[in-house]
């Protein structure tokens, strides 16, 4: 074999036998299902504490996906957590090739435990994943309609601040950070009037935009783009490698601060290294390979500059239920590209721009639904990967949308 995948099945603490099943694709590209698990959606969460050289505990999360639903965290593409290859051939990956190991994936999965053939079957992520898990769904769309057995339940996939148009993401930066009271009224109408509104191909003879786009910089510099309200320390960013940012930090000796929420991705470093941690997980002892958050080491090129097309397919042609969520505080993917490149479609909107609330006293975001059974929703005050962020808003939000409710 290749490549051998490593994934975490966590069953359903309501109905395992009906309840929805996710497959769930982290993003990077090379960041871990485990820390899907540990910090966003499952019923695990790391305590945080000071770091003493014991292992680090697990508390339980009230508020996991696998209260309502199945969950097959998948360590994808090869080489992300503890999933490896045996050739260097098998090593190198591109979007377009891990998604379809990651179809294969669960169809041979389902294939192995087909008590979860009926369940409806739906593929997540958020982040990177915006340009894998459509063209995983659409893989499996195909593969239901050739017929190929065994035949999988997929109804539809869901996706947070999604990477989804490169040139949208990147332009919607300036006027985010306008709209967030980071830029001043002056500075930002000059921007957009001396750069046309398209603040990424910039003539770099265009000495007025390029000077407005200076100051920005300014401005924008020690911001934390996964959460701007939250401090930006000692690789404070869960997922820096992404769209070309910067390079990941991958392990210790920096430590963050204890204040800083990316203490607890130190921890999970020492938790999921640990010897008797990796024995339970059933982790291949040799060769010993170093689990990393998220890896830099990939053999990895990301070939797909949009997904947009596999969206239209999927919703407009195969009339698939989706779910966009973004969390409103994120720079790194602003809600506004995911709005813009969702309008681009020309979609008809079947139920207009309103606010949900979590419970009587609490507005989790603003949403709207359109006729192909697509859903767009705001997290408010959620960041980069907003369970992590918001996840009383979130689990309200993934509990409703898999009922078939309103939010």
Not at 20 to 49: M, R
Request: charged letters at 20%.
């Amino acid at each position: 074999m290749m490549c051998n995948s490593s994934y975490y099945f966590v069953k359903s603490e309501n109905n395992p036998t009906k309840d929805p099943l996710i497959l769930w694709l982290n993003g990077g590209p090379g960041c871990s299902g485990l820390s899907a698990l540990l910090f966003e959606i499952g019923p695990l969460q790391l305590k945080i504490a000071k770091y003493n050289g014991s292992l680090p505990a697990l508390e339980l999360n009230p508020n996991s996906w696998t209260k309502v639903a199945n969950i097959v965290f998948l360590d994808s593409p090869v080489g992300t957590g503890f999933s490896y290859s045996t050739t260097s051939q098998g090593s190198y990956s591109t979007t377009t090739t891990s998604a379809q190991q990651s179809c294969s994936f669960i169809r041979k999965w389902l294939a192995d435990h087909p008590e979860f053939l009926s369940n409806p079957l739906y593929v997540g992520g958020d982040s990177f994943s915006g340009l894998t898990v459509p063209i995983v769904t659409q893989h499996i769309s195909d593969g239901i309609e050739f017929g190929i057995k065994p035949l999988l339940n997929l109804k539809g996939y869901l996706l947070g601040n999604a990477l989804t148009d490169g040139y949208l993401e990147m332009n919607s930066k300036i006027p985010f950070a306008y709209g967030m009271g980071i830029l001043s009224n002056e500075l930002f109408e000059s921007a957009k009037k001396n750069c046309g509104g398209d603040y990424v191909n910039v003539d770099p003879s265009n000495v007025q935009c390029t000077n407005d786009l200076d100051a920005i910089t300014l401005d924008i510099l020690g911001l934390n783009y996964e959460h701007i309200l939250e401090p930006l320390c000692v690789f404070a960013t869960p997922k820096p490698k992404e769209i070309n940012f910067s390079s990941i930090i991958r392990s210790p000796p920096h430590t963050p601060g204890f204040e800083c929420r990316n203490y607890g991705y130190m921890l999970s470093y020492y938790w999921a290294n640990d010897d008797g941690v990796r024995n339970a997980l059933k982790v291949r002892k040799e060769p010993r390979q170093e689990w990393m958050r998220c890896s830099n080491d990939l053999n990895y090129l990301s070939d797909v500059r949009s997904s947009t097309s596999y969206h239209v397919y999927l919703s407009s042609k195969r009339r698939y239920r989706s779910l966009m969520y973004s969390g409103d505080h994120d720079m790194r993917i602003p809600f506004l590209s995911t709005q813009a490149w969702i309008r681009s479609l020309n979609y008809s909107i079947s139920n207009e721009w309103r606010k949900w609330r979590v419970d009587a006293h609490t507005i989790g975001g603003y949403t709207r639904t359109y006729t192909n059974n697509m859903t767009f929703t705001t997290i408010k005050g959620g960041g980069h990967t907003a369970p992590e962020y918001r996840p009383k808003e979130c689990f309200t939000m993934v509990k409703r949308w898999l009922s078939y409710e309103p939010l």
